[in-house]
């Protein structure tokens, strides 16, 4: 019962984050290209694909919880989004940028900055 209570947390929160950043698909764009990790060409494309590409682990937690799916699939999956996340702050920390919104709360004040408490 735990394992499938973890799957309906997981893939809500995966899913509320893909829906939050396609509903202001501009301001996160703004947030990747403060992030200086992409060329500038791909910061569009990318503002439209990361969010999608949360969709997948979400729905596959959530199937979890219904029932059907692989765990360690997902588990993967999750893992290796999340260390891309994890990679980004923590490149731009290395380059002293501390000062730029994390993309956690993609609201008018910007959100939360960098930090290490974040990777």
């Known amino acids: 019962m735990f394992v499938k209570w973890v799957s309906a947390v997981f893939g809500g929160l995966l899913f509320l984050a893909a829906r939050h950043k396609l ?59 999340l260390t891309t996340y994890t990679s980004a702050i923590a490149v731009n920390l290395l380059r002293g940028r501390r000062y730029i919104s994390c993309g956690c709360s993609l609201s008018v004040s910007g959100g939360e900055y960098l930090s290490w408490g974040l990777v």
């Open 23 to 81: 509903a202001s698909v501009a301001a996160f764009r703004a947030v990747l290209d403060e992030y200086r990790l992409l060329p500038g060409a791909l910061i569009g494309p990318a503002a439209w694909t990361i969010p999608s590409v949360e969709l997948v682990p979400a729905a596959a937690w959530l199937g979890m919880f219904a029932g059907v799916g692989s765990g360690a699939v997902t588990g993967f999956a999750t893992a290796a989004l």
